[in-house]
């Protein structure tokens, strides 16, 4: 999503951290669609430079973390692009599993960030309860778009803090 990628952006501003959105449809290079534009407007993100890149043919073997919104989202970076299954998860799941892990406080935000990643991995466990997922806003009313706005900017800003101590 444009907009979370934006989120994460501003939130690790000065840090190392190179954040990009890849799409599983092919729409070229079409912009933001117009209602997340908006939506991302009324909560201080300006998407108005955004434009779709897919993930088709991108190979994700070396990204340090890969974030899908649903499960779909998170099979494919591991099986077609290559991304690797302890570093990809899904925005919610990434951020539940955070919320269990303690670090130490003297990390700094990249070591920190690593370490961090790697414990929620090893807290998935052996189990395979199914992962949750963010639903596409898309065609749905304009309630449930915004709904759906509000719950990303809260789960990126709850990422980067558990990631980065930010």
């Known amino acids: 999503s444009p907009m979370a990628a934006a989120w994460l952006s501003r939130a690790t501003e000065g840090l190392p951290v190179h954040v990009r959105s890849r799409g599983m449809l092919d729409v070229e290079?079409?912009?933001?669609?117009?209602?997340?534009?908006?939506e991302a407007a009324s909560l201080g993100l300006d998407l108005s430079s955004h434009r779709?890149?897919?993930?088709?043919?991108?190979?994700?073997?070396?990204?340090?973390?890969?974030l899908g919104f649903e499960r779909?989202?998170?099979?494919?970076?591991?099986i077609e692009a290559g991304a690797r299954r302890e570093r990809t998860f899904t925005l919610p799941e990434l951020v539940g599993l955070l919320a269990a892990i303690d670090l130490p406080p003297d990390l700094e935000p990249i070591e920190r960030a690593r370490a961090a990643l790697r414990a929620a991995h090893e807290a998935?466990?052996?189990?395979?309860?199914?992962?949750?997922?963010?639903?596409?806003?898309?065609g749905r009313?304009?309630?449930?778009?915004?709904?759906?706005a509000t719950r990303l900017q809260e789960l990126v800003s709850q990422l980067a803090a558990d990631l980065f101590g930010r």
Do not use: F, N
């Open 52 to 66: 779709a890149r897919k993930l088709a043919g991108e190979d994700l073997s070396e990204e340090d973390l890969v």
């Open 124 to 138: 998935r466990g052996a189990g395979h309860a199914l992962l949750p997922e963010i639903a596409d806003p898309i």
């Open 141 to 148: 009313p304009r309630s449930a778009q915004r709904e759906t």
């Open 29 to 38: 290079t079409m912009p933001a669609l117009p209602e997340a534009v908006q």
């Open 72 to 78: 779909t989202h998170v099979a494919v970076a591991v």
